[in-house]
């Protein structure tokens, strides 16, 4: 049984009796309730030892959310120190709070997606605010870069392969009247399928040859995370057979 453990760089802004100690840094994917989680069936079990015909491991898993300076996750590092050799089912879920208190979700084959990301900068000459002529200006070209890539999507991949492409960071400039030299732009690629998964990236590339189009420069680099996460159909079977009768029941319909 797994758990994340990790949180993100985030500033947390409620005012719960479980906001972070720590400033700028949050478990906002919910893998505080997942470790409480994984505590909490490493103390049941406990309890019954008797009833346990085998070995149950409870594994933390750190770094679930990125990669370190060598592009490794947590995930790698767990399966390279050889703690998943003798297992023959592993379970994992996460929290939704989109769905109703109470509710469990399983599904079979693809069920969340590869996780890759990337970064560029798009370099021009900027100048005077008064004068865009006399420059060339990289905010302009990116507008129709960002164009390229939302339609990637929606118009390069087939509608029966789900693929996400997200800008989760844009920064330019320091005055309002100086025109920049560069734009820094981050963004994430997410996909089921590695054939879909090689497609976005391919086309990512192309997308970015515009930047040069329009008389500017670029330097981009991409970064393959977590592959997508196929769950076992048995595994999810013996679930649903078993381990679906220990869910409380919810007294709503």
Known sequence: MRADIDALPITEENDHQYVSENEGVMHACGHDAHAAMLLGAAHLASENVENIAGTIKFIFQPAEEDTDHTGTTGASYMLQSGIYDDVEHAYALHIDPEHQLGTVRLHEGASMASVDTFE????????????????????????????????VSSRRISPLEPAVISIGEIKSGSSYNVIPDKVYIRGTMRSYYESTRSRIEEELKQAFTIIESLGGTYTLSIHRGEPALLNDRKTV???ASYGIRHVPADDDP
């Open 120 to 151: 560029a900068v798009i370099e021009g000459t900027g100048g005077h605010g008064a004068y865009p002529h006399l420059g060339t200006d990289p905010t302009w070209m990116l507008s129709f870069l960002l164009q390229a890539l939302q339609g």
């Open 237 to 239: 079977q013996f679930f």
